[in-house]
């Protein structure tokens, strides 16, 4: 067990200001393959990070062994001296907070067997044409986490939360397809299982057969997962670091126009619908709700406290750790976009002439500077309101300036599965190449 006491004591007799993030980290796994139990593997971690301050230079160390934590804080020590001069760290100072949540208790381990094995069973009987299931996998993170520091700070916080996920092959006889799909909740009891079975024999048996359409301009469905990927790759662009860095398109661009009026981007980390509610970041600085963009307005960056330090402004609460092998980064805890009035079944029937994007490729290739990008992308043509035929090998290249402005409707129907949300989005005259 980590004796805070004596790392603060020794962190003082050292004339330093110091940070302790210390750390307990439990992952739950279950795969099932074939009908029967692949693995099941238990994992637990803890560890602790040090961050020193002395005269406006910054150092970090962290070890796995409790024990001999004093041997990681004098390999900080012996590190600090040699740091550059930056005026912008700091700490958080005289607060005291615990975000501590308790969660229902999973049900027995043979249900939760069973509960996988019938999923695999249910995707045979869906369709026919469903040939193989790589796995079905089940995990579980919990995590507690202590922030303590020498200027009379302590935080301690905790969460859970689980998900489920599978990769299916379909085959008519004449062309593979493959679907993935997962779901995620806090417990057991929020996952949705029966969703996720419908939904990944629909990915994997819908683009079978699919063929490439004439080039033209038309008009283009992101559903939710896509649109919330798309909404992943946007976030960056937000960061404060990469703004500081001339790394962001939307840098300079405050309170200017960025997007159609249609679009609101928003990041609450302390909305209850959120998989990890927080109510305050990993430096101690409260959470809080802020539009990014409001009404196609650019309203705001992230900050954690260095960023914020540079520009003489306050955190925007989004200092976030990955671990404690690392030191506070900027990232968002539950970003989404604001939802829209009409059904994703309704934006569907308005539809005349357009392409239900079911898969993005190359996102993680789009430039976040420029803006330029070229995705390709398979999916569904909707003809009249109605799904036609599926379409594949085509690509849509451009500047995600255009793409955001040419959002002209964004759906009713917003669920959260991860730290980045979207209902299906609608957007206007989209030049795709086929052939």
Request: aromatic share 10%.
């Amino acid at each position: 067990m980590l004796d805070i006491e004596f790392v603060l004591k020794f962190l003082k007799k050292n004339k330093v200001e110091g940070e302790i993030f210390y750390q307990e980290k439990e992952k739950h796994s279950l795969t099932i393959y074939g009908g029967d139990v692949e693995k099941y593997q238990v994992s637990k971690e803890q560890g602790i990070g040090i961050r020193i301050l002395k005269k406006n230079k910054q150092s970090f160390s962290y070890t796995t062994d409790i024990k001999n934590v004093e041997e990681a804080i004098n390999k900080a020590l012996a590190y600090v001296d040699y740091m550059p001069i930056d005026e912008n760290w700091s700490l958080v100072e005289d607060l005291e907070a615990k975000d501590i949540k308790g969660y229902i208790e999973d049900p027995p381990m043979e249900e939760r067997i069973n509960t996988l094995k019938e999923i695999e069973k249910k995707i045979y009987s869906k369709d026919k044409r469903i040939k193989s299931i790589r796995n079905i996998v089940w995990e579980k993170i919990c995590e507690n986490n202590k922030i303590i520091n020498t200027l009379n700070t302590f935080l301690e916080y905790n969460y859970q939360y689980q998900y489920v996920y599978t990769e299916i092959s379909a085959s008519d006889g004449n062309n593979e397809r493959s679907g993935f799909e997962f779901d995620t909740g806090r417990t057991w009891y929020d996952l949705n299982f029966d969703n996720l079975v419908d939904k990944v024999v629909w990915k994997a048996t819908s683009l079978l057969g699919a063929e490439q359409t004439l080039s033209r301009r038309t008009t283009i469905l992101l559903p939710s997962d896509v649109a919330s990927d798309f909404l992943e790759l946007l976030s960056y662009m937000f960061i404060a670091d990469n703004v500081q860095k001339n790394k962001s398109l939307l840098k300079g661009l405050i309170n200017q126009r960025v997007a159609s009026p249609v679009l609101s981007i928003i990041e609450d980390p302390t909305d209850e619908r959120s998989l990890v509610p927080r109510a305050f970041d990993d430096e101690g600085v409260k959470t809080y709700k802020k539009y990014l963009i409001e009404d196609g307005i650019l309203k705001e960056y992230l900050h954690n406290l260095y960023t914020a330090n540079k520009e003489r402004r306050n955190s925007t609460g989004n200092g976030v750790r990955l671990n404690f092998k690392s030191l506070p980064k900027i990232a968002s805890f539950n970003m989404y976009i604001k939802p829209g009035i009409r059904t994703e079944r309704e934006i569907i029937s308005s539809v005349k002439n357009g392409i239900y994007i079911i898969s993005l490729m190359g996102l993680h290739l789009a430039d976040t500077v420029s803006g330029d990008f070229s995705l390709g992308i398979e999916g569904l043509q909707i003809r009249d309101g109605e799904f036609y035929k599926p379409l594949a090998e085509m690509t849509v290249a451009g500047n995600l300036k255009d793409l955001l402005n040419s959002i002209s409707e964004v759906g009713s129907e917003l669920y959260f599965k991860g730290n980045v949300a979207s209902p299906i989005i609608k957007l206007e005259d989209v030049m795709v190449s086929g052939k």
